[in-house]
């Protein structure tokens, strides 16, 4: 039987602990909340309910509003999935709720799945399904289009770095290239290029990571999953203008065929590469989607990737990073991270920066080669070379928050699922 779950604008009797959030009776519990309240003691309410080996609840009563709800799933949520929560009547924002639900869901499990299930073809095929499934349910299956390109065909086609970070491993590495053009004119602008990293596993390469930083490293490909869902939800939310998709994907595995220390990639754009740490690969693979963005003329690039522990050092697991040049389209993307509640910080990027990742054998090295550098900010640097306007209508953004290795009192361990609203937010404002 599940077990009945109220909201309450009344403090918990003295019994329950000075300001108890939670307390019970018969076979309710109450939360005790008041719209004066941060709308993550909700969050924090349903860890503590899982907490205490709550699987099965009811949500009930009139305060349950959407962003409670949302509140409330996003701590109930567990990677084990053994839980069941029946949400209120929501009239007007069910289908909203229920987007969401799909789109955050989507995201969270395809992160938390293990590498032997989640490898770089599979990513790619996945992504495809979900987006033309997010479609179909609107009524625009055939808006999708989409090309997977894998294995010795990158390398024909030259997508250098993806196939190069790749070409260790079994699991060959792929690339989707995916237009959602719900116009029908296939000369139609593009408003935005999403391009996502989708290192499915990272052992580091030859630069090997210890154990206790590479056990977490099958979500290296959650900038991938987060565009997949935010491109999922907008387009639930009825997003009406043309989004190409760009997921790079490869594992970065140690084999006789690995890429390696002092190989120079040289990209189609012209621009070369020098290798000296197999272990900054993700730059590596999101130069190719960055240099195929930006032949698409379109409105604004954004790219998500889980790049550097540096951003995680500066903000912690609790933020996105978000770097750019380009000061109005960080606004855009703070407005809709404020209107929907999820929480971005920026990090410096300048021009000076660029001049930081320089190499005696290439153009540019993928790590920075001063003393003392700003990590997160030289590989932005790095990824600047394959943008075209790089000054301009880009945006980056280093997903600091996408995975927690140990539980919180907001979140359970394994993915978040975290930017999927904003990203969503921001296209369709974008488009409007």
């Known amino acids: 039987m599940a077990m009945q779950i109220l909201l309450s604008t009344e403090q918990a009797p003295e019994s329950w602990g000075k300001n108890a959030l939670l307390s019970f009776r018969d076979e309710q519990a109450i939360i005790h909340f008041s719209s004066k309240s941060d709308r993550t003691l909700l969050q924090k309410a349903a860890r503590k ?23 409330f799933y996003q701590g109930f949520y567990t990677a084990k999935q053994d839980w069941s929560v029946e949400f209120p009547e929501l009239a007007e924002d069910h289908d ?59 390398r024909e086609q030259n997508y250098q770095g993806i196939w190069n970070v790749g070409k260790g491993s079994h699991n060959v590495p792929a690339m989707l290239q995916l237009d959602f053009n719900p116009t029908g004119d296939e000369n139609a602008p593009v408003l935005a290029c999403l391009v996502g990293k989708g290192i499915t596993f990272d052992s580091g390469g030859y630069s090997l990571k210890p154990s206790n930083s590479m056990d977490s490293m099958k979500s290296d490909m959650g900038g991938a999953a987060l565009l997949i869902g935010a491109l999922g939800l907008a387009i639930a939310r009825g997003l009406s203008q043309r989004v190409k998709l760009f997921l790079c994907c490869a594992e970065n595995m140690v084999s006789s065929t690995s890429f390696k220390l002092g190989d120079v990639i040289t990209y189609r754009n012209g621009v070369s590469a020098e290798i000296m740490n197999t272990d900054a690969e993700g730059r590596l693979v999101l130069a190719d989607g960055l240099i195929s963005a930006s032949e698409q003329n379109a409105q604004f690039i954004l790219d998500a990737a889980t790049l550097t522990g540096a951003a995680k050092v ?98 359970a361990t394994g993915a978040t699922g975290l930017g999927v609203l904003t990203i969503a937010n921001l296209l369709l404002r974008k488009g409007a």
């Open 314 to 411: 500066a903000v912690g697991n609790d933020y996105h990073s978000v770097l750019s040049m380009d000061n109005a389209l960080v606004a855009d993307l703070f407005s809709a991270a404020q209107e929907e509640k999820e929480p971005f910080w920026r990090l410096p990027f300048e021009e000076f920066h660029r001049g930081q990742i320089g190499s005696s054998f290439a153009d540019i090295s993928n790590t920075s080669s001063v003393a003392i550098s700003a990590g997160a900010s030289t590989a932005t640097a790095f990824l600047s070379h394959f943008v075209k306007d790089y000054q301009q209508n880009w945006l980056h953004i280093d997903c600091s928050a996408t995975y927690r290795k140990s539980p919180s009192d907001l979140w």
């Open 49 to 71: 309910l899982r907490g205490q080996g709550i699987n099965d609840v009811e949500l009930v009563g009139n305060d349950w509003t959407l962003e409670n709800c949302w509140a």
């Open 96 to 154: 909203e709720l229920l987007a969401r639900l799909q789109c955050g869901d989507f995201v969270r499990e395809i992160i938390n799945l293990s590498s032997s299930v989640i490898t770089p073809l599979t990513l790619a095929q996945r992504g495809a399904a979900f987006i033309t499934q997010q479609a179909e349910q609107v009524g625009r299956e055939s808006a999708v289009k989409f090309e997977i390109i894998s294995g010795d065909d990158l």
